[in-house]
């Protein structure tokens, strides 16, 4: 009973209580060589980005740094949640080698393979 | 070595996929958590693009911001006719990934318009627009007459 309790309680402590975030769109390519994922964050600069893995856990967080419009709203469409999201990596990701870099509220993750699982040519002798 | 293992597309094996990357959780949160306005932004598959946008006033100035990620300055156009505001462009998808195989597209590319009736007559040759971090900023001054004045009344 104890350790029902416990669990339960644990489980709701994992949950974020509000939508701090919004999970930006994504456009993923596989090339030969990797992959290129591309995150749409408007109002996100260097400064607000982090980009973490854990094992073949990617995670990307974009905080909005934008200065906020002056006065009132009239109309509101853009959403002032942060952005967050989750992806599980190929092992096959050399993980050392990835590299970021954001444009214009544009994340663009560069996600090399290892060179152990790029095909090669063996030449014959 | 025990010798060779069958041989099987190294990505079938090993790629619980970039399908599962966002956990259910995640894409159920997000259902919930999306307000209206955005579903009937998102759900436009049939028109195409169509940017966020926010407007703003206060004393001196409309403000009206579009969320238009990853496009050059270039490729936005802003004009003003008679009180109405127009923002539109083009992104254009890049060609760079040619033979690559996708996983995922959820970025809209395309032409895009919004228009915008302004609440208050602004003077044109005083409007100002910025690009920054994906986000086109337009400041519209009010002319003086649609600015608020106080009056003061004599009472006798």
């Known amino acids: 009973m104890k350790a029902t309790a416990q669990r339960e309680s644990h489980l709701s402590t994992n949950r974020p209580p509000r939508p701090e975030y919004g999970a930006p769109e994504v456009n993923i390519f596989e090339t030969k060589d990797g992959y290129v994922l591309e995150a749409e964050m408007p109002g996100v600069s260097k400064d607000g980005l982090e980009v973490t893995l854990e094992g073949t856990e990617l995670t990307i967080v974009g905080r909005r740094r934008s200065e906020p ?26 993980t050392a ?28 002798d | 070595m025990n010798g060779l293992t069958r041989w099987q597309r190294p990505e079938m094996v090993m790629w619980p996929g970039f399908g599962r990357l966002t956990d259910l959780r995640d894409e159920i949160d997000r259902l919930f958590e999306t307000p209206l306005a955005e579903w009937a932004r998102t759900s436009q598959l049939l028109s195409g693009w169509t940017p966020a946008i926010d407007i703003y006033e206060d004393k001196d100035n409309l403000y009206v911001r579009a969320e238009l990620p990853g496009m050059k300055r270039e490729q936005i156009e802003v004009s003003l006719h008679e009180g109405t505001l127009s923002i539109s462009g083009e992104r254009k998808g890049e060609n760079k990934h040619e033979g690559a195989e996708v996983y995922r597209a959820e970025r809209f590319f ?8 302004l609440p208050a007559p602004v003077s044109p040759e005083k409007v100002k627009a910025q690009y920054q971090d994906g986000l086109l900023t337009i400041t519209l001054p009010k002319t003086e007459e649609a600015k608020p004045k106080r009056i003061d009344v004599k009472l006798s």
Not at chain 2, 111 to 117: A, G, H, K, L, P
């Open chain 1, 97 to 124: 080698k990835v590299s970021a870099k954001v444009e214009q509220g544009i994340l663009t993750l560069t996600l090399p393979k290892s060179e152990r699982v790029k095909p090669r040519k063996i030449s014959v």
């Open chain 2, 110 to 117: 395309g032409r895009f318009q919004r228009t915008v009736t």
């Open chain 1, 69 to 94: 419009l002056p006065g009132e709203p009239l109309f509101r469409e853009c959403s002032p949640a942060d952005y967050r999201r989750v992806f599980e990596l190929d092992p096959a990701i050399d």
